[in-house]
T-cell receptor
Framework: NAGVTQTPKFQVLKTGQSMTLQCAQD?????MSWYRQDPGMGLRLIHY???????DQGEVPNGYNVSRSTTEDFPLRLLSAAPSQTSVYFC????????????FGQGTRLTVV | AQTVTQSQPEMSVQEAETVTLSCTYD???????LFWYKQPPSRQMILVIR??????QNATENRFSVNFQKAAKSFSLKISDSQLGDAAMYFC????????????FGTGTRLLVSP
């Protein structure tokens, strides 16, 4: 069972570069989210999606774009990377309200220099 | 907006002993879910235990149990018979009943386990 797959696991970017963090799930989950984890701050919600074609902003959306063209995929785009975006990024998915457990990917450690 | 507070940045316990990690939260909602996640050095987020707010009975999963005090908005995690493999960061998290994929996390507690 693949669950939630994130790629890449590690990435170093230069300031101003763009990149896309990939997230795919094979559980046919409706809901997907992106979080960032910073030391001493826990995980904070960046963007989320409640289904294909539907996305919304979380707590810290600035500097990030998302789209959800399929149920399986939910990529996170950094348009112009900044050192403040150095963080560990997690993608998560969950099913209906009844299946309230969130399944997380293994995370991407991103460093912006 | 909901908030989750973990006031213990780090806790230590010896193998086979019991430790309790604290978590408090703030919400005006009556229906919600609470979770404890474990994050070992591998970085993987692992669900340890969950509690539905409408359930008065405290959740238990093997050596892990919670003390859920809804009126006090408190949700502590008790780990019994601690093992070296329990060493990790532990995050308390809140999700409203209609919040779908919007988890609110505390800042985490690092648990150290010594032989």
């Amino acid at each position: 069972n693949a669950g939630v797959t994130q790629t890449p696991k590690f990435q170093v970017l230069k300031t101003g570069q763009s990149m896309t963090l990939q997230c795919a799930q094979d559980m046919n989950h409706e809901y997907m989210s992106w979080y960032r984890q910073d030391p001493g701050m826990g995980l904070r919600l960046i963007h989320y999606s409640v289904g294909a074609g539907i996305t919304d902003q979380g707590e810290v959306p600035n500097g990030y774009n998302v789209s959800r063209s399929t149920t399986e995929d939910f990529p996170l785009r950094l348009l112009s990377a900044a050192p403040s975006q150095t963080s560990v990024y997690f993608c998560a998915s969950s099913g209906t309200v009844i299946e309230f457990e969130a399944f997380f990917g293994q995370g991407t450690r991103l460093t912006v220099v | 907006a909901q908030t989750v507070t973990q006031s213990q940045p780090e806790m230590s316990v010896q193998e086979a002993e019991t430790v309790t990690l604290s978590c408090t939260y703030d919400t005006s909602e009556s229906d919600y879910y609470l979770f404890w996640y474990k994050q070992p050095p591998s970085r993987q987020m692992i669900l340890v235990i969950r509690q539905e707010a409408y359930k008065q009975q405290n959740a238990t999963e093997n050596r892990f149990s919670v003390n859920f005090q809804k009126a006090a908005k408190s949700f502590s995690l008790k780990i019994s018979d601690s093992q070296l493999g329990d060493a990790a960061m532990y995050f308390c998290a809140y999700r409203s009943y209609t919040g779908f994929q919007k988890l609110v996390f505390g800042t985490g507690t690092r648990l150290l386990v010594s032989p």
